[in-house]
């Protein structure tokens, strides 16, 4: 389907900050703003759901956690049991104590890998892959919004970010 | 401006008063003699009379003079007792109110921008120093008199017959406990005055002089303040147990201070939002307490394992004996205080959205309060009352006495200025603060 895209380019968060409150106000719909850095409060003001990784982490730790009790327990008691701490009581329950470092370590080690991992296949990232940012300054010192238009209300769109401050306004015609 | 309600008044009034009568009770109703408690021992022993009838004489007499000791031995705990159950929340509650000021320092030290608006509050509840510092000190001075035995130590019968504590004595005799004690509160309680003093001539017009002054004084006792913390948790409860240390021993005080400071700071917030005070303060910045609240129990279980688990390892006698008299004797107040101050701040407070619900909030701060009070117990109790330890009247009514003198101290402090602070280089920030 063919459609037409605006890029509009701001040259200062806060001038951007202000422009999403009120294309936000009109109800339109902003597609992607490309920032050179995070911006403060963006996802908030673009309306974008709170982001759910902190849960995956949450579940990621636990798995951590139980992956290192199995394996504790495994290694230390079962396949060659260990005397620890002059106490051979081969035990799991009663050496749990000198196993508690390696359960922390495990539960961050495991909450923090797999969230990373999380996070690059949510947000399509790879090595090697082409980056989908419209305009190469946005990765230097330039903020880009991308609004998908037609030919209705590109020109009261065109104005209305105008009016806000934008610097440049590129009309595109997707394929 | 705030003005205490007659009611809080009452209340803390009420609290006074029924923990005093509570305590003068349980001060007579300690045994005042050997020959008491062998009567009581008796009593107990009569019960069980029919099995000792066929023991041989001999047997009888060691039996006798074992009883003896026995006697003497639970006749000192629970001439302790009362003084003891004083003794926690007293020190308890007086660092609370240090923690509050530390944490205070810390912003000011830091430049915080989030807490000007809360700035108020911590002045207030800091104020309890005084009165608190006061109290601990007649305790201290009480305990060196022989008025109590809690710090055996002070015994010069005992020391002569022991030798760990005759190497020790260089640090450990009266006259510098009672002159390092008056440092510690002294200077404590001189930080804070010259700060508040700062903070309310800042309400008269902004003064970059006077924000700088607090920042350098809140940096300076910042330093006066670790050193001094860590002494004062040997002096006033590791010297309690006079035989064992713990290196990290200051730093798992400083965790339950700084806890249970931050935990009253947000309750107290909470208590005066409530009451309709305290405009500019939203709940990002309660979001922001009770992240530490949630931060800091963390940060007292890992130096409460810290501690553990290397004496737990290493095994060796006179450490081990510390955890041991624990173990037999307070197991659940001991497993306890790892559930009410890790686990369940922990679980309750580790959702982002429940940061901010005011009535969560509360009830982990509660929990955690109770849990470190509990804390304070499990350190204190077994090197003064050991096996003979049970939460009766002497403690409920010692805790009540103090809350009831904390809350009135606190929020009559906070009625003589006010509630947010006029001027500051960061207030902007802070009342425009949202997460």
Known sequence: MASKALHIVFTDDDILMEAVKALREKKIKINEVFCPFPVHGLDKALGIPHTRLAITSFLYGIVGLSVSIWLMNFIMIEDWPQNIGGKPSFSFIENMPSFVPIMFEMTVFFAAHLMVITFYMRSRLWPFKEAENPDVRSTDDKFVMEIIVNDDNIQDIAELVHENGASEIKLIENK | ?435
Not at chain 2, 274 to 300: P, R
């Open chain 2, 1 to 435: 401006m705030y003005t205490m309600s007659s009611k809080l008044k009452s209340f803390s009034l009420i609290l006074i008063a029924l923990g005093a009568i509570g305590l003068i009770y349980s001060f007579i109703a300690a045994p005042s003699s050997i020959e008491e408690v062998q009567d009581m021992l008796h009593s107990s022993h009569e019960l069980h009379a029919g099995d000792h009838a066929s023991v041989e004489s001999t047997v009888a007499l060691d039996e006798a003079a074992h009883e003896d000791n026995h006697a003497e031995h639970l006749f000192h705990q629970l001439q302790n007792k009362p003084w003891a159950a004083l003794y926690v929340p007293v020190i308890f509650i007086f660092l609370i109110s240090v923690g509050v000021f530390v944490f205070y320092a810390l912003q000011n030290a830091s430049q915080a921008g989030w807490s000007p608006v809360l700035f108020r509050v911590m002045e207030g509840i800091s104020s309890y120093m005084v009165p608190g510092g006061i109290l601990v000190y007649v305790l201290l001075v009480l305990s060196s008199l022989h008025l109590n035995h809690m710090f055996v130590w002070m015994d010069p019968e005992v020391v002569a017959h022991d030798e760990i504590i005759q190497n020790k004595t260089g640090y450990l005799n009266t006259p510098f406990f009672l002159l390092r004690a008056a440092l510690y509160i002294g200077g404590w309680i001189l930080f804070s005055k010259l700060m508040i003093k700062n903070s309310r001539k800042m309400d008269e017009g902004f003064d970059l002089r006077l924000h700088k002054r607090n920042f350098k004084l809140s940096a300076g006792f910042l330093v006066f303040f670790i050193v001094t913390e860590s002494m004062m948790s040997w002096d006033w409860i590791m010297s309690i147990d006079t035989h064992w240390f713990s290196t990290l021993f200051g730093w798992f005080v400083l965790a339950s201070i700084l806890v249970t400071g931050v935990t009253t700071i947000a309750l107290v917030t909470i208590y005066l939002k409530g009451k309709g005070y305290l405009e500019y303060v939203n709940d990002s910045h309660i979001h922001d307490l009770a992240k530490f609240m949630m931060g800091f129990s963390i940060f007292w279980a890992y130096l409460w394992f810290s501690q553990f688990v290397l004496i737990w390892y290493a095994n060796i006698p006179e450490e081990v004996t510390y955890y041991a008299s624990r173990f037999q004797d307070y197991p659940l107040l001991l497993f306890g205080t790892l559930i009410l101050n890790w686990v369940l701040p922990m679980l309750i407070l580790i959702n982002t959205d429940f940061k901010r619900i005011n009535w969560i909030v509360t009830f982990a701060g509660i929990i955690i309060l109770i849990g470190h009070y509990i804390n304070f117990y499990v350190m204190i109790m077994p090197g003064t009352v050991g096996d003979a330890w049970f939460i009766g009247i002497p403690e409920v009514s010692a805790l009540l006495l103090v809350i009831g003198l904390f809350i009135y101290t606190v929020f009559n402090a906070l009625s003589k200025a006010p509630l947010t602070v006029k001027n500051g280089a960061y207030l902007e920030e802070s009342k425009h603060f949202h997460y």
